[in-house]
């Protein structure tokens, strides 16, 4: 048989190729391997939120920080004077409000007394009438507190007018001094945002903002590569994705540290990829192609080490090899 298959290498070639096929469409059945993986942990990349040029860089580049320590500071100058433009307005509203209070007040005694002189007016009338229908008051007295009756009402009309423009100042006050208050917070808020610090812990990634650049609300300045997270991303085929599941065990190896072999467990499927770069990023895109070879779609799965080597430092998107256990 074998020197039949010797003799017609064709024939052994394709007999190679076959147990081949036929031993790889196996091993697929037990186990996914994939050489395009690689070491992940979280990212957070400090952007401005407000804009002005870079007054002061406390950073360099892979320098390790602490949490809260500070990263940059834009110029604070024009903010400091902003915050103390809005405080001078909070306190002219305040002092309006209370002038405008003042005035409901003395609104209030002016309605008061016109109330008083109405009401002597009317006692006064009253009277006249009485003594008119005995025939001790002659007509032009009735006609001197009748007038006065008006004037007097007309007096009280004017004073509750006054009262309510008086209220209506109190409300405009108050308006004036809510909009004052939150320009003085939005102050306060901007300038607090000249000084930067990190939110956690970890290396500067290389950046290259020096002092002088003007920002932009948005301008991304640095990122810090905390150790949060840390977990190794393999692109695996997607004809395992059937068999792949959450706490499957995991041998892989690592290029910052080759040759040592590592377990992990499977924590994390991604439950689905762009099929397009131009896609919005809110899922990853894994690229089908290797030069002119179109491969099969690839889907992350993220894998997390039993134990991270104490003395291997962490290389933010170092490759690595898997090999997942069904």
């Given at each position: 048989m074998l020197s039949r298959l010797i003799r017609h290498p064709v024939s052994l070639i394709l007999g190679v190729v076959v147990g081949l096929f036929a031993l790889y469409e196996t091993s697929v059945r037990f186990f996914a391997y994939t050489g395009d993986a690689y070491v992940m942990s979280d990212i957070v990349v400090l952007s401005a939120q407000i804009e002005g040029p870079v007054a002061r860089l406390a950073v360099q580049n892979n320098q390790r920080v602490a949490e809260n320590q500070l990263l940059f500071e834009i110029e604070r100058t024009p903010y400091a004077l902003k915050l103390q433009e809005t405080q001078a307005a909070l306190a002219t509203a305040r002092a309006d409000l209370a002038l405008a209070q003042d005035e409901v007040t003395a609104a209030k005694a002016?309605?008061?007394?016109?109330?008083?002189?109405?009401?002597?007016?009317?006692?006064?009338?009253?009277?006249?009438?009485?003594?008119?229908?005995?025939?001790?008051?002659?007509?032009?007295?009735?006609?001197?507190?009748?007038?006065?009756?008006?004037?007097?009402?007309?007096?009280?009309?004017?004073?509750?007018?006054?009262?309510?423009?008086?209220?209506?100042r109190v409300a405009v006050a108050q308006a004036a001094i809510a909009a004052a208050?939150?320009?003085?917070?939005?102050?306060?808020?901007?300038?607090?945002?000249?000084?930067?610090?990190?939110?956690?812990?970890?290396?500067?990634?290389?950046?290259?903002?020096?002092?002088?650049?003007?920002?932009?609300?948005?301008?991304?300045?640095?990122?810090?590569?905390?150790?949060?997270?840390?977990?190794?991303?393999?692109?695996?085929?997607?004809?395992?994705?059937?068999?792949?599941?959450?706490?499957?065990?995991?041998?892989?190896?690592?290029?910052?540290?080759?040759?040592?072999?590592?377990?992990?467990?499977?924590?994390?499927?991604?439950?689905?990829?762009?099929?397009?770069?131009?896609?919005?990023?809110?899922?990853?895109?894994?690229?089908?192609?290797t030069d002119w070879v179109r491969l099969p779609r690839r889907f992350p799965v993220e894998v997390t080490l039993d134990a991270w080597p104490e003395r291997l430092g962490l290389f933010n998107g170092a490759d690595a090899r898997v090999l997942i256990w069904f």
């Open positions: 002016s309605v008061t007394a016109a109330q008083a002189v109405q009401t002597n007016a009317q006692d006064q009338l009253g009277r006249v009438k009485t003594l008119e229908g005995e025939g001790f008051s002659p007509e032009a007295t009735l006609d001197v507190a009748t007038r006065d009756v008006a004037t007097a009402g007309a007096n009280v009309m004017a004073a509750q007018a006054q009262l309510e423009v008086t209220l209506r208050e939150a320009a003085v917070a939005k102050a306060q808020y901007d300038l607090s945002k000249t000084v930067v610090t990190a939110p956690d812990a970890g290396r500067v990634a290389p950046f290259v903002t020096r002092v002088g650049d003007y920002l932009r609300p948005g301008s991304e300045v640095l990122a810090i590569v905390t150790e949060r997270r840390r977990r190794v991303v393999a692109n695996v085929s997607e004809r395992h994705l059937a068999r792949i599941a959450l706490g499957q065990r995991v041998l892989l190896t690592l290029g910052s540290d080759p040759w040592v072999l590592h377990e992990g467990t499977v924590s994390g499927i991604a439950g689905g990829v762009a099929r397009s770069p131009d896609n919005p990023q809110v899922i990853p895109y894994v690229e089908p192609t």
